[in-house]
């Protein structure tokens, strides 16, 4: 599965898309399949400030919980307000399928996230293969 | 993930599994699929269509001899003398206070022969029970024949007409809970037992456990449902499933620290039997007045999933009891929870609170089972 080239990546499994100063998150494909059917998401409001590493919310599937943690610190702009009766469209497509957009902090933050190679790399290891 | 599997015990179907490439999981010390083809859809197959489970991992314990009815009722809560040959019933294992050693269902094979099927995670602990409890009592023998049997679960409404295929017997005259030896997939005296842990109807086939016998047996069950959708399910439908139908997992419901009128399992304790392990702690609980908190039902009423282990409170602020199992109901489309609260706040549409990370979410006390499958009309 590709993950696309303009995304960088954290080794939580989300991914970051930067406009200028918007950056647009979502979880990578790896992280939508290792939980299985998504029933729940549970996002942070507009207006609220996530802080780089720190969780922000959490993505539900029936068996499990899973913690989101933001790529970086910033204020939320928007959420994907179908994520609350549409959840499972994360499952169909992890990489068009955002979970909320951000105005960053500071942008030099994202060059410390991993490239879509070394995410690639990143879960191959984890997974053996 | 990384794989830990040299610890873990396998059943006949390991490769079978892992081979399809299922999501693993360890249960209780055994290396079991979890997910085959996504949760939704195989607790979906079953529930519409028909959905086959490996269940090898669970136990089963012979006990044989004349002074076999005397052993299963000196250790079994429920009455075992009510049961004709080729009967089943679901009964516990108690402590002498009262509490769970397991649950279990005991079949009687003939006069001389009962099986007692127990889960996998309680194997050894079951065994070692047995003969501890009842291994001097005269003329009954005690096997473990766990490992004999690889033992499929094939459940949901187009069950019977899938493996009714691939056996000469008559599937139409096994009533619920009873069973027979059949022929099935060209082999003989195979166990075929009309029980399951889904809330559907459905089958328990016992055969010989030895690796090309079980795949090639899977395979024809597979071949057999395909027409209605048959799907091969793991443990995380086989465990929405059984929530949804209100049944007892022995460690959530069930425990060596929860008594029998608590679980709300009183109608199998038959305590007019002259004895059985428990007999005393239960009629003495009930002289007390009956337990002081009781396994209910809830389902959240705001945003939310209650899961296993989340403490539930009264809607004032105090602590009042815990899930013990929580989950999004896939058929249902709610969250639903089973829960031990005090005896004052089991009364339907009571409200509480459960607290998820944090938060208090609230939920309602409702019936259980929260799912029973549509009668037929014959």
Request: proline share 4%; charged share 25%.
């Amino acid at each position: 599965m590709a993950y696309p080239a303009d995304y960088r990546y954290t080794k939580e499994h989300e991914w970051i898309q930067v406009d200028g100063r918007i950056g647009t998150v979502g979880i990578t494909d790896y992280a939508q399949n290792s939980l299985g059917d998504i029933v729940f998401v549970d996002l942070p409001k507009v207006g609220d400030t996530v802080e780089a590493k720190q969780s922000f919310g959490s993505v539900e599937s029936v068996k499990a919980v899973s913690d989101l943690f933001a790529p970086v610190t910033g204020t939320v702009t928007e959420i994907n307000e179908e994520l609350k009766d549409a959840p499972e469209k994360i499952n169909s497509d992890a990489n068009t399928t955002w979970l909320l957009k951000l105005e960053l902090a500071d942008a030099a933050q994202v060059d410390a996230l991993l490239s879509a190679a070394e995410y690639e790399k990143f879960i191959s290891e984890e997974t053996g293969h | 993930m990384a794989e830990t599997t040299t610890e873990l015990r396998k059943t006949a179907l390991n490769a079978v599994h892992r081979a399809a490439k299922a999501k693993m999981v360890d249960f209780g010390g055994w290396d079991m699929p979890v997910d085959c083809c996504g949760l939704v859809a195989e607790h979906m197959a079953v529930r519409t269509a028909v959905g086959v489970f490996d269940v090898s991992h669970m136990g089963d314990i012979q006990l044989r001899g004349p002074g076999s009815l005397a052993a299963v009722q000196q250790l079994c809560m429920n009455d075992a003398s009510k049961l004709a040959v080729g009967q089943a019933h679901y009964s516990a294992m108690l402590y002498p206070n009262g509490t769970f050693v397991d649950d279990v269902i005991v079949h009687k094979l003939s006069d001389n022969d009962y099986l007692i099927v127990i889960n996998a995670g309680t194997r050894e602990k079951d065994v070692q029970w047995v003969r501890k409890t009842i291994g001097h009592m005269p003329g009954v023998h005690v096997n473990d024949f766990s490992d004999y049997y690889t033992q499929l679960a094939i459940q949901g409404p187009r069950a019977a007409e899938t493996l009714q295929k691939l056996t000469s017997t008559d599937l139409s005259t096994i009533k619920n809970y009873w069973f027979t030896w059949g022929q099935v997939c060209g082999l003989h005296n195979v166990m075929i037992a009309r029980t399951g842990y889904t809330g559907e109807d459905g089958f328990e086939i016992y055969i010989p456990s030895d690796e090309p016998t079980s795949a090639r047996v899977w395979g024809e069950v597979l071949d057999a449902g395909k027409e209605f959708g048959i799907l091969p399910c793991g443990l995380g439908a086989r465990n929405t499933l059984r929530l949804e139908a209100g049944m007892a997992l022995y460690g959530h419901e069930i425990s060596d620290t929860i008594n029998v009128f608590e679980a709300n399992l009183g109608r199998y304790a038959k305590l007019d039997k002259p004895e059985f392990v428990g007999r005393e702690a239960l009629l003495e609980i009930q002289a007390a007045g009956g337990p002081k908190r009781r396994l209910v039902g809830l389902e959240m009423i705001e945003r939310g999933i209650g899961r296993d282990g989340y403490p539930v409170f009264s809607l004032d602020g105090a602590r009042i009891g815990e899930i013990t199992s929580g989950s999004p109901s896939p058929f249902l489309k709610k969250n639903i929870a089973l829960a031990y609260v005090p005896v004052d706040f089991t009364a339907l549409d009571t409200e509480v609170a459960v607290e998820i990370r944090g938060q208090q979410v609230k939920a309602k006390v409702v019936p259980v089972p929260f799912y029973k499958k549509p009668k037929k009309s014959t």
